[in-house]
């Protein structure tokens, strides 16, 4: 397995946020973790990137591809093994450095490309990725991109080391329904062959793109099963809800 957690349980304090919590990801699966806010999704995100924020503490068992990533060789995981795409892609992108030479960056330290090998497959990233000029996207600074566009940017970014395993933690909830579409379209065909973890509370965004959902409520696993079987047979009340929730908005994310 690519991705092991047995026991995880995550706390501030004496509070219990988190756990405790198993689950395992096989290499190329795709797997959406959907729960309401406060449910300890981005949590369990955090404890996977091995970057849980400060007054929280861990116990029980975190693996990813046999390494702790928040042990000692954390370093050697980020990029070539795990890439991460968040909520927020101004806080991915360094407003102060050309979005291609961002790009270039993990290609040349995790893989020793040349510096014209890098340039060529940052633009080929980049067209994968639905830019229409590629070259001029690689001069441009990320604020003069549009959100969806800047996304995409970010998307790119954490693919460029080609990782085993994305995560992917809220990625569209700050874009309008037309950058929704085009970021959870590229989002899934850019991942063929990559292990996903694609964290919202919108069940219809993770429906879209993975086949099999965990969902989580007040920290615990509450259902989890293939994403075909939990939609037909929703048993817990929470994810019942997230199923209404979903048909309720499907005019929002166009079917695949």
Not at 45 to 68: F, I, K, Q
Not at 161 to 187: C, N, Y
Request: aromatic share 0%; glycine share 10%; with cysteine.
């Amino acid at each position: 397995m690519l991705v092991e957690v047995a026991g995880l349980t995550v706390s501030a304090g004496p509070r219990r946020l988190v756990g405790p919590l198993d689950l395992t990801i096989a290499e190329g699966e795709h797997v959406g973790v959907v729960g309401p806010s406060g449910s300890g999704k981005s949590l369990t995100v955090a404890a996977l990137l091995g970057e849980l924020p400060p007054g929280t503490t861990a116990t029980g068992r975190v693996r990813v591809a046999g390494t702790d990533p928040a042990g000692p060789q954390r370093a050697r995981l980020r990029g070539r093994v795990v890439g991460a795409l968040l909520q927020d892609s101004a806080t991915a992108l360094d407003p102060l450095t050309r979005v291609g030479a961002q790009l270039a960056g993990p290609v040349r330290r995790l893989h020793g490309a040349s510096r014209a090998d890098a340039r060529e497959q940052v633009h080929a990233l980049l067209h994968r990725l639905g830019f229409a000029d590629p070259a001029a996207t690689a001069r441009a600074w990320p604020a003069t991109l549009s959100g969806g566009q800047r996304q995409r940017a970010a998307l790119a970014l954490a693919l460029a080391g080609r990782p085993r395993l994305l995560v992917a933690d809220e990625p569209t909830t700050a874009l309008d329904t037309i950058s929704q579409a085009a970021v959870l379209e590229l989002l899934e065909t850019a991942t063929a062959g990559t292990a996903l973890v694609l964290v919202s509370h919108d069940l219809a965004v993770v429906a879209r793109c993975c086949t099999r959902l965990v969902v989580l409520a007040g920290g615990d696993v509450v259902e989890q099963g293939p994403t075909g079987a939990v939609l037909a047979d929703p048993q817990h009340a929470v994810t019942r809800a997230l199923v209404a929730a979903a048909r309720l908005g499907a005019d929002r994310v166009p079917p695949r």
